[in-house]
């Protein structure tokens, strides 16, 4: 029986690419800080093939029991997938985020995936065609203003995907990660907004209703990411998984123009929370 151990598995795209593993009949471990959300992950499946902890993806320690414990019970004491999906957000001018919630969102979106590559490693090399599968996202293709810590760690996440893809060959591991754009998750409205008092904040619903309804920056369901995890293992080729695909476009204009991509984006993209488009 395959296994697949889920960051940041108690809501948005962690819990769908559990429930869709799950559903393949995989063993699977989802893992969050939030207690009620796997309580509700559990209810819904039941306890046949899934495991889970309240686990903070930022305690080394904690992590690393977690992932022993888990892999203890797998077939080969190994480890299939292992997916860095735990993320957070802070918002706002550069200069107005406090520094210790930027440093929050860096331990959370770029040292924790460190400490997953650390802690998985041992348990993947023991799985023929193991995969690391880590979450980034489309600002890393170019740092989007108003999010630039964010952007900076996905960019992060981007990078070490590709120098672990090169090195992991020669232990039988594979490494990928995907980039989605517009995520219809719960961090479209708990991404904090540091900014004046001018910039109006908007609800879930408001920004549902702002998000462009065709492009690549459509709002799509956090079940779109599932599926191209499921389908990232399926495929050993790829290395990086676009949602929607045509964000693959940022990246390679990017290579041409930076500055073409970056007027794009600013006519594009809105920026939620901010009254501008």
């Known amino acids: 029986m395959k296994s697949v151990f889920i960051t940041g598995a108690g809501s948005g795209m962690g819990r769908e690419g559990a429930k869709l593993f799950h559903a393949k009949g995989w063993r699977v471990a989802a893992v969050d800080r939030d207690g009620a959300g796997l309580d509700a992950l559990g209810a819904e499946l039941g306890t046949e093939r899934l495991w889970t902890r309240v686990v903070d993806v930022t305690d080394r320690d904690a992590l690393d029991r977690a992932l022993a414990d888990f892999c203890a019970g797998t077939s080969h004491g190994g480890l299939d997938m292992m997916w860095n999906n735990a993320g957070i957000g802070e918002g706002g001018w550069f200069e107005d985020v406090p520094y210790d919630a930027a440093m929050r969102v860096v331990d959370v979106n770029f040292k924790a995936v460190l400490t997953g590559a650390y802690g998985a490693l041992p348990y993947l090399r023991k ?22 810590v964010y952007s900076a760690t996905k960019h992060a996440v981007k990078g070490l995907t590709e120098a672990l893809s090169a090195e992991w060959w020669r232990h039988g591991v594979r490494v990928a990660d995907v980039l989605p754009g517009l995520i219809d998750t719960a961090i479209l409205t708990s991404t904090r907004q540091h900014s004046d008092a001018s910039a109006p904040t908007l609800s879930s619903e408001q920004i549902r209703a702002a998000a462009p309804k065709k492009g690549m920056f459509r709002l799509l369901p956090a079940s779109s990411v599932a599926e191209a995890a499921w389908h990232a293992y399926q495929h050993p080729t790829r290395l990086h998984w676009y949602v929607p695909p045509s964000i693959r476009w940022i990246d390679r204009l990017k290579g041409v123009s930076p500055e073409f991509v970056r007027s794009r984006i600013l006519k594009s993209l809105p920026t939620f929370g901010t009254g501008q488009q």
Do not use: N, Q, V, W
């Not at 799985?127 to 599968?133: D, N, Q, T, V």
């Not at 980034?136 to 999010?147: E, F």
């Open 127 to 148: 799985a023929p065609g193991s995969l690391m599968f880590s979450t980034s996202s489309s600002s890393a293709t170019y740092g989007m203003p108003r999010l630039a």
